[in-house]
């Protein structure tokens, strides 16, 4: 099912639903469309297009900051879904301190990287290795969140959103 990003009135992103739902919510004038999708969605007597970004028409109070759970989808949405060793397509996550040496699973000692690296490394450190990483492993930044929401890739019509507001 595809997802769409849902921003507050104040075009702070607020939450990750599904397609249907956006549409339902644009539907019963709760919410107007952003940016849509390639796509028609048809009923029996309508076609829809298929919303990709939608702003909510009323402000929704948010009394709180997320936190961001540790979990390989995010972990994988962090890094692009790319080896932070060779810059090959990610499979699994790497602890870059082994907890078998002491090393934390948090986020800025796990990276996403591929089989053949994680191999490789096993449980030694990257000098006895000799690997590099391509990005310092760091906590999501503001809306790290949508991560965990939207899958292993963030659509690419949503970075417009998240990146006004996460400097």
């Known amino acids: ?26 539907w019963r004038k709760r919410a107007t469309v952003m ?12 076609s829809f297009v298929v919303p990709s970004v939608v702003r909510l028409n009323y402000y929704v109070k948010v009394p709180y900051h997320r936190t961001v759970p540790l979990t390989r989808r995010a972990v994988f949405g962090r890094d692009g879904n790319l080896c932070q060793y ?3 397509d990610a499979e699994s996550l790497d602890h870059v301190v082994p907890r078998s040496r002491g090393g934390a699973h948090s986020w800025d000692n796990v990276v996403a990287c591929c089989r053949r690296c994680n191999i490789k490394k096993g449980n030694r450190l990257l000098n006895e290795v000799g690997f590099a990483l391509l990005r ?12 965990t929401s939207s899958g292993y890739r963030v659509d690419p019509s949503w970075k417009p959103y998240l990146l006004a507001d996460s400097a």
Request: glycine residues 6%.
């Open 1 to 26: 099912m595809t997802k769409a990003l849902v921003l507050n009135a104040t075009h702070e992103p607020l939450s990750v639903v599904s397609s249907r739902r956006a549409l339902v919510l644009v």
């Open 35 to 46: 940016e849509v999708r390639e796509e028609l969605w048809h009923s029996a007597e309508r």
């Open 86 to 88: 060779c810059g090959g």
């Open 136 to 147: 310092s492993p760091r906590f999501p930044r503001r809306f790290g969140w949508v991560y």
